[in-house]
């Protein structure tokens, strides 16, 4: 089994949500709030949310989505923003800019809607994200196995999906590791594609080990 | 209807339960726990002071309670300290708790001047050398003023909603919430525009309390039979003070309407009505609205209730929270860990817990209330998927695991940017 010149280094991460000053009221003030929130923000309601809402696998994407449905009623805005698949993005402003794009052409189409109350307002808020190292590393296959099923969901989240705003790569760490340390193009490919949407991230690290099993049999 | 009033008293002393973080191993798996431990490594031997005005009753209590054992067995060395004042201090700031929450108060300067000679009364009689101190709502956020210099890390933790607050009092308690390095809040919506960083802090359970602890099904059965519901037919359950807030006759009307589909039981169970008069009148409301059914249950619980709670909760087979208006909603969180499915109103903190068709239902009126509790009886299937989500909602964000991950997370990000 090969062994890795540059091990795996396994964190653990924990986020703090920092309430912003901003709130919208209308779906004209949402679009206005994403024009102007921080980056902070931007990932706050859409990485994070995806993994706070982890364990639910339909109807949910997105707060600006969840909301658009629950507080607007405003079914195929909700549908519009939810089809932006955050693992297309390395960098939060691209999302921002699509989400903005969503946003735009559903007002220009709908200018009666932009003043019309919400439910509830939306509150923007922001993540501050805090690691860890585990102090646990892998440099085989077997020691990356081992690893990976010792993590919490939240840090499976940040190895798996957050990753990519760090590496500004359209990957992840494990699928990173797995190409460049061990030269498993296949896994890494494999790994990289799995459906966090219509799976759950227990369900995507079942997957995951799922095909190291198979990798290592092979 | 059938009425009960529980008249046997006990002991009202707490007990603080010895608390282990691995007691929570089963609930939460280890990874989560282990991970717990990883971020407290980092702050192993670090001082922490919490400081609250009672050290029994209430929320903040219960929650201190358990987590100063979790944070000592994490290797911090906490502190929890409890401010006194007289019975006039503890008045007027049970005014000013009002007149945050948007009451009336007509502002004396007498009340301003004994909150600031208890504060200092409080400032020679504790001390303050820790590295991280967490004042706990409005009565002792004065203490800002015993700061050595800046140092230490300062936290407001404010459990209250100050979404409207009567100017008079948020004026006068505001200078000095602007000293403190950062405050919590339980709800974004409960914030104010304020100077100093705002964080959200979820209220929490604690999944072992008596409350929430699983129960031996022979005892839940006892006490349905004590009280004389029959858990075979359905059981639909607002847990709640009798307080017009929390609506229990809307809850009485909504069961009235199911109840012309559905055989079906209601259970109001909840105190308030001995020691608050409006409690007394409510109360009155309810059995007025609910006289002549003998399957509606109406409860008068006394404060020490938690198991009977408990029990009633996972006898039911919905549980509702129809209240006007709410802070983060307790009963609500308590119902989801409980595999319950929940229809609730769409207020306060409780849209935070109930994902509209996902962990819950959410009602804005007396007949949604009603269909939904319909829906669910004649979708057992997709009451039970909406309980099991409601619960993992809970598992993940909203125990008493979280709270501590939480202030380790403050405690940690304040020392990386100071």
Redesign the interface.
Known sequence: MKSAEHPFQFVTVSYLTRIGNQSARNLGELRDGLEKCSDASVFYHTFQSLGWHHFLTEGFSNDFAQWALSALNRAELAERLAALDIRGYLDLNELRTDLLRVADEFCNAHPDELTRPAFEPFYFCEAVEVTVPLGWEARTLEEFRRGVQHLSTGSFHFHFLVSRLRLHLRTNDFSQWFANELGLETLAQRINGMDVYTNTLDSARAKLIEYIDQELAA | MTEIKTETKRDEKTEVRSIHLDDYVALL????I??IR??A??LSGRTVQMVNSTAMGGGVAEILNCLIPLMDDLGLKPRWDVITGGNAFFEVTKAFHNALHGGAYEARKEDFDLFHATTELNRKRLQFDCEFTVIHDPQPVGLIESRPGHAGHWIWRCHIDLSQPNPDVWGFLRPMVFKYDAAM?SS??F?R?LPI????AYPCIDPLSEKNAELDPAYVRSVMDRFGIDVGRPIITQISRFDRLKDPVGVVRAYQIVKRYADCQLVLAGGGAVDDPEGGVVLEEVRHAAAGDADIHILDLPPWSAMEINALQRASTIIVQKSLREGFGLTVTEGLWKKKPVVAS?VGGI?AQI????TGL?A?SVEGTAYQIRFLLSNPAIARKLAE?GH??VR??FLITSNV??Y???F??SM?SS
């Open positions: 798996g280890e990874p989560e282990d991970e990883t971020l490594g980092k809040f974004p919506s914030a525009q960083p705002q964080y959200l769409a849209p994902i509209h068709k996902h959410l804005h989500q993992e909602h993940e964000h991950k939480r380790l997370t403050l940690l990000h990386q």
